[in-house]
């Protein structure tokens, strides 16, 4: 049986593999890990060229077929949220660039029951601390689970 889980972690998977190759200086913090070491807006001579948080949220669960006991088939909504940080005061275009980077990775991929549509971002805001530029790109999607 394929869980919400299954799910999530082969979304991980595909954006760990597909993006550094679109955007090698940027780094990547996962739920509940660290960025090691942790980006600095400062920097001038590491090529780094912001940073990304990638988050998998799931949202709601409808029937979508039904059959033996323990064989009905659940549609799960989700969304891949990833905000994308750039140092303030360098204007939208590296942001957007990283978000469109981000979300072709996801619009329109399917693999079996796991199955994304368009993408869409959000409009930029400064952090609290004022060091960093946030825009955020939504990838939406629906993951069919048996049970």
């Known amino acids: 049986m394929t869980t919400f889980a299954d799910h999530a972690a082969a979304i991980r998977s595909r954006f760990e593999t597909q993006f550094p190759p679109l955007r090698s200086t940027t780094p990547i913090l ?3 890990e660290r960025l090691n070491p942790a980006p600095d807006p400062n920097t001038d001579g590491n090529g780094l ?3 990304v948080s990638f ?3 799931s949202g709601q669960e409808k029937a979508a077929g039904f ?3 323990g064989a009905n088939r659940w549609r799960q909504s989700g969304e891949v949220i990833i ?3 750039v140092p303030v005061t360098i204007g939208e275009t590296l942001v957007r660039d990283i978000a469109a980077d981000a979300t072709s990775i996801f619009r329109g991929y399917q693999a079996g029951d796991l199955k994304f ?3 869409s971002t959000t409009g930029g805001d ?3 601390d004022g060091n960093w530029y946030e825009l955020d790109a939504i990838c939406s999607f629906t993951a069919d689970i048996i049970g």
Request: aromatic share 20%; hydrophobic share 50%.
């Open 83 to 85: 905000r994308i940080f």
């Open 55 to 57: 988050e998998v949220r």
């Open 30 to 32: 996962w739920p509940n």
């Open 117 to 119: 549509f368009a993408a």
């Open 67 to 69: 059959g033996s006991l």
């Open 126 to 128: 400064i952090s609290e």
């Open 49 to 51: 060229q912001g940073w």
